[in-house]
């Protein structure tokens, strides 16, 4: 079996909950160097995970023999500079999403990819997860017939530091580095695992406001999309409302029923249709990208196929820059 042995370019709170300890859970698999631009932060990371190097340069840790593959934890605005550095040096590339904070920077990820045939992958880990593959089973077991209509509804209060300095606001809030506000981080989790469950989406349009006057990026949208099978579908999106409008919500609408489910909650899968109203709760593993980080290893030691590759996930930004009216 061939061993995968990873370099982590970042080493920050996604790193550390989500993802990281998925690595070494992995049989072939292991995390053998950290690098991240704050010399505390790195040394730190490895001397808690049990990881023998870490570095504060990029190439360093590309460059390290022991290492032959690159996880890229960073924020959107240098994902594109680390995937390409990484395949460029023959080493496959584990991306967070979205994969680029432009669609132009994704092309530029899978030119280089197709030219060094070193495989990108991206970090949509909702599509393996337990919970979205059973929304995905009522779907196309027909239990809610034809879908004719989909909507996607998401609003939450602001947070304590929105309300902080201009210089002292979260990389999120900077589209410089994030590709966008909150809309550029969440968002894509919700389009992609629509675009899993129907396609991909061939037109979108969207009106963008701030309406708290919080922070420079948007803070409140509305879209309308259209998938490749003709399936017309809206989204609103708002992170500056009240909290009894918080709302985390997907609605798949049928000719036969309705299923609806949240993203990042998890909260119980509802099914109603002719049978009746169905509850369904379905528990994810503790690490949630453990699933597909697998997937990835597997996929690099020629056992399966993983399927969120760099060209699956470009069609994410391209919608995400055509509701923000980026062109």
């Known amino acids: 079996m061939k061993r995968i042995q990873w370099g982590f370019i970042g080493c920050g709170e ?126 196309k077991n027909g239990e809610i017939g034809k879908v004719i209509n989909v909507q996607v509804r998401y609003a939450c209060p602001p947070r304590d530091i929105d309300y902080t300095k201009p210089e002292q606001l979260p990389w999120r809030l900077r589209p410089e580095i994030s590709g966008g506000g909150y809309f550029y981080d969440l968002a894509p989790h919700q389009l992609d695992l629509l675009q899993e469950f129907f396609g991909v989406i061939v037109d979108a349009k969207g009106i963008c406001a701030n309406r708290g006057g919080l922070y420079q990026p948007e803070d409140t949208l509305s879209a309308c999309f259209r998938f490749e099978n003709g399936l017309p579908g809206s989204g609103s999106w708002c992170f500056v409302g009240h909290e009894a409008a918080r709302e985390d919500r997907i609605e798949v609408i049928g000719d036969k029923g309705i299923v609806l489910f949240s993203v990042f909650n998890y909260e119980p899968i509802q099914l109603f249709n002719t049978a009746g109203a169905t509850t369904i709760e379905v528990p994810n593993p503790p690490y949630v990208q453990l699933p597909i980080i697998k997937a990835v290893i597997q996929h690099l030691q020629g056992i399966d196929v993983c399927n969120a590759t760099s060209v699956s996930a470009t069609p994410v930004n391209w919608v995400l820059d055509r509701i923000l009216g980026k062109f």
């Open 14 to 139: 996604v790193a550390e909950k989500k993802s990281g300890p998925a690595f070494n859970e992995v049989e072939g698999s292991k995390v053998v160097a950290v690098m991240s631009r704050t010399e505390r932060r790195a040394r730190s990371y490895a001397v808690r995970h049990g990881i023998a190097k870490w570095y504060t340069d990029a190439q360093q840790i590309i460059d390290d023999p022991d290492v032959n593959a690159i996880y890229v934890a960073t924020p959107p605005s240098s994902h594109a500079t680390y995937a390409i550095m990484a395949m460029k040096a023959g080493k496959p590339v584990y991306v967070e999403k979205p994969l680029a904070a432009t669609y132009e920077d994704c092309a530029r990820i899978n030119r280089v990819s197709e030219q060094t045939g070193v495989p990108c992958f991206v970090a949509y880990y909702r599509r393996y997860l337990p919970y979205f593959q059973k929304v995905r089973d009522i779907i």
